[in-house]
């Protein structure tokens, strides 16, 4: 077993890295303050690829592994989660109209998904259907010149901001299999949104409900088949849950390393506080908790990757130890910072806002565990 990076894949964690410390990270509180990602980021983002990760390149994509892709993210959130996270989503959106969408579809939207000239959103969950995702109520109706899109998605990354939206909608019966992928446009008669969410953290994205009122959508904007959406859906959040995994690690690990520099610099009883036996404890807690956790991200994306008869087993047993380490990583990262960890200008108490979130998006770590309990029980 090789643990090691391949020089191409340090390559990769390297030139995301840099770009997210020159271009993100001295922006991250700002862009914070005013609840929103400017829109000019995300072209000089695709330009360096990270728009289309796993799109293959025959489709215009960079056409990486999942593991590679995990490395973007980790190296992106060092310099701020949310953002990174925002890329994510999009990068799931992109993955669903290279893997699922017609010839049609592709050429209609694919481009401009991969320059991020039109930014894509996600909506699957509902007011009334979280984790229970299969439950959706938002009908489209089919009709003569192709589907008319009713219903209501909430807790939206991108609602009002983004260009176009992938929409889990039911075209069928009452059941998973009744659910379809349609993709609607930004500016779409009938289409609105609810009133900008306050949230606690990922403040930096701009997250409202996504409204459709009987909006009209052409036949080709249906993503592969009808009744297959939920398939779609749940393949796209493997990744996605490894996505977000990658995202509380690069997190916590900008959190640990501000920790170290700030206990070598506080002094208290004559002496740095690094010094003292108690705390360097609990930095090596934290070090051998996030290194652990790293190899079992690692792990989990070489079997999606490998398409491990397990892999999705793998992924949500990371995404539930990844995003729990992570959260309790820069939580003692606060502690030991003291009344500076509280105070924004430090920066940790936004990587605490926002991890907090990782433990309920892409599936809640219940559901996590369930899924891992029931494959444990096929056995």
């Known amino acids: 077993m090789d643990f090691a990076l391949s020089e191409e894949q340090q ?33 000089e983002i695709a330009a360096l690829g990270l728009a289309g990760l796993y799109v293959p390149e025959e489709h215009g994509g960079s056409g990486l592994s999942r593991l590679d892709a995990t490395l973007v993210f980790e190296a992106l959130s060092m310099a701020c989660p949310s953002v990174a996270a925002f890329l994510s989503i999009h990068n799931m959106c992109a993955k669903m109209l290279s893997a699922f969408g017609s010839d049609e579809t592709r050429e209609k939207y694919l481009p401009k998904a991969l320059t991020m000239e039109t930014v894509f959103s996600y909506c699957l969950t509902e007011p009334g259907s979280g984790s229970d995702a299969a439950a959706l109520k938002t009908k489209a109706t089919k009709t003569n010149e192709g589907y008319s899109l009713t219903g209501t998605k909430s807790f939206i990354s991108g609602g009002g901001y983004s260009d176009a939206y992938v929409v889990m909608a039911r075209t069928g019966d009452d059941t998973a299999r009744g659910i379809s992928a349609l993709v609607i446009e930004d500016g779409t008669e009938g289409l609105s949104f609810g009133g900008l969410e306050d949230k606690m953290g990922w403040r930096s994205q701009p997250t409202r409900q996504v409204q459709m009122d009987g909006c009209k959508i052409p036949p080709e904007n249906l993503l592969g088949e009808e009744g297959k959406g939920f398939k779609y859906a749940m393949m796209g959040l493997d990744g996605g849950r490894l996505n977000i995994s990658a995202c509380s690690l690069g997190a916590a690990q900008t959190a640990l390393t501000a920790t170290l520099a700030y206990m070598h610099d506080r002094k208290a009883f004559g002496q740095s506080i690094d010094q003292f036996q108690a705390l360097q404890f609990r930095l090596a807690d934290m070090e051998i908790e996030l290194q652990a956790a790293r190899v ?16 999705t087993q793998f992924c949500a047993m990371a995404k539930k130890f990844c995003t729990e380490a992570g959260s309790r990583i820069v939580d003692q990262c606060l502690q030991l910072h003291g009344g500076y960890g509280y105070l924004a200008d430090y920066g940790i108490e936004k990587l605490v806002r926002d991890l907090r979130v990782h433990q309920i998006l892409e599936g809640t770590n219940e559901i996590m565990r369930m899924i891992t309990a029931r494959a444990m029980l096929a056995k």
């Not at 079992?296 to 892999?311: E, I, Y």
């Open 11 to 43: 390559a990769i964690f390297d030139m995301a890295h840099s770009f997210g410390q020159d271009n993100i990270a001295p922006h991250a509180q700002q862009w914070e303050r005013e609840g929103t990602i400017p829109k000019a980021l995300w072209p």
């Open 296 to 311: 079992f991200l690692r792990q989990a994306a070489w079997k999606l990757d490998t398409q491990a008869p397990d892999a």
